[in-house]
């Protein structure tokens, strides 16, 4: 089946510095993903949707220009945390749409900010 | 290695009736339980998150069991509604706080 690889598992950074999540289709094209994130004992949130070759898509008070995303090719998709703070501390997942077969998901990355 | 099964794979009911969705985990060692719906061209949005040491998780009409020691959880959906129809994913935080995903069930209401 389709499967997104995502790394790393887990980042611990220092505040401060910026960290960079990786999301890779294996097997297939993925024009559309999706990151969320979830805080302990929190529900999964959407931040973001990105489609392949254009600018991301930021829900509502998730700052775009904290949270970058590049879906530049159809087999990967980063999302980098800048100047990380210990608040952005959660952990992440990319989701692609596999169209009318539907999502296939990322298996998250917990980013630990000291 | 933890694998998350959920069954049926799809589920046709009549608006109006009570169902229930099932997932089923190998692995007991869990950190929690969260069950999300998928509508075609859109991201997931999460539905309920049941933590480790909780038994049921309720949120309007929906209500989330967990049981470890059998590795089980049900939704339960009253009332059923065409605004419900859209596959339902389960996934399991396992012990190395990984996201397992089971397969989901695709739901239809028939109005």
């Known amino acids: 089946g389709a499967v997104v690889s995502q790394h790393p598992s887990w980042v611990i950074c220092k505040s401060g510095t910026s960290v960079k999540i990786e999301c890779r289709s294996l097997d297939f094209q993925a024009t559309t993903m999706f990151w969320y994130r979830q805080f302990p004992k929190q529900s999964l949130m959407l931040m973001a949707t990105?489609?392949?070759?254009?600018?991301?898509?930021?829900e509502q008070g998730v700052e775009k220009d904290k949270f970058l995303i590049n879906h530049a090719s159809l087999t990967l998709s980063t999302l980098t945390v800048t100047s990380a703070h210990p608040e952005d501390s959660s952990f992440y997942i990319c989701s692609a749409s596999l169209g009318q077969d539907g999502y296939t998901f990322g298996s998250g990355t917990r980013l630990t900010v000291v | 290695k933890q694998e998350v099964t959920q069954i049926p794979a799809a589920l046709s009911v009549p608006e109006g009736e009570n169902l229930v969705l099932n997932c089923s985990f190998t692995?007991?060692?869990?950190?929690?339980l969260q069950w999300f719906r998928q509508d075609p061209g859109k991201g997931l949005t999460s539905l309920l998150l049941i933590q480790s040491s909780q038994r049921e998780q309720t949120s309007g009409r929906l209500n989330a069991s967990l049981d470890k020691s059998s590795g089980r959880s049900t939704l339960y959906i009253a009332a059923s509604q065409p605004g419900d129809s859209a596959t339902y994913l389960c996934a399991v935080r396992d012990s190395n706080y990984q996201l397992i995903w089971g397969a989901g069930t695709k739901l239809i209401i028939k109005p």
């Open positions: 692995d007991s060692a869990i950190y929690n």
């Open positions: 990105s489609n392949e070759g254009s600018k991301a898509t930021y």
